[in-house]
């Protein structure tokens, strides 16, 4: 039998209440998703996790492969949405910011700063440092720091700011 850890603070107590409440709910949507298919079986009728169930038994490596390439799809736009949260957070220093065309699975943006200081480069320098360990598996993020007169000459897909 385990023995339990005293939480140190109401703070990592609630912290760890709020992940035991999601890691329930999320047991408990799953819980009712089987039992859906599960009544739904009965009566014939395929929902979505009956048919990939199927497609796992009638091939486990394609089904592996496209769960795979799915999940990749997925981590890099939740790169996306962290990197484009924290440009928005940051755009006290930045008078615009640019989501450039590439021809790369890359992320790359273009930033102008209100001021060119090493001070505004390295806030944005250590996010991508902390951001770099899972980001450069599954999409790597390049950001440039441009001169207004530069903007003219980009490819510019969308703007952030």
């Known amino acids: 039998m385990s023995q339990a850890t005293p939480i140190s603070s109401l703070e990592d ?16 949507d799953a819980t009712n998703e089987v039992e859906t298919a599960s009544e739904l079986a009965r009566l014939g009728v395929k929902n979505e996790l009956i ?6 038994e009638n091939n486990p490596f394609k089904f ?13 736009g939740l790169i996306d949405n962290i990197v484009i949260s924290f440009i ?12 450039l065309n590439t021809n790369s699975d890359a992320l790359v943006i273009a930033l102008l700063l209100k001021e060119d200081t090493n001070e505004n480069r390295d806030v944005f320098y250590d996010f991508l440092d902390e951001l770099e360990e899972l980001s450069s598996k599954v999409r790597p993020v390049v950001v440039s720091f441009v001169q207004e007169g530069v903007v003219k000459g980009l490819d510019i897909k969308r703007t952030l700011l």
């Not at 107590?13 to 890691?23: F, H, Y």
Request: proline letters at 0%.
């Open 88 to 99: 928005t957070i940051q755009k006290s220093r930045l008078d615009s910011a640019y989501l």
């Open 13 to 28: 107590g609630d912290k760890v209440k709020s992940v035991l409440e999601r890691v329930y709910k999320s047991l408990k």
């Open 51 to 56: 048919q990939k169930i199927e497609e796992f």
């Open 64 to 76: 592996l492969v496209q769960d795979y390439e799915r999940s990749q799809e997925r981590l890099a």
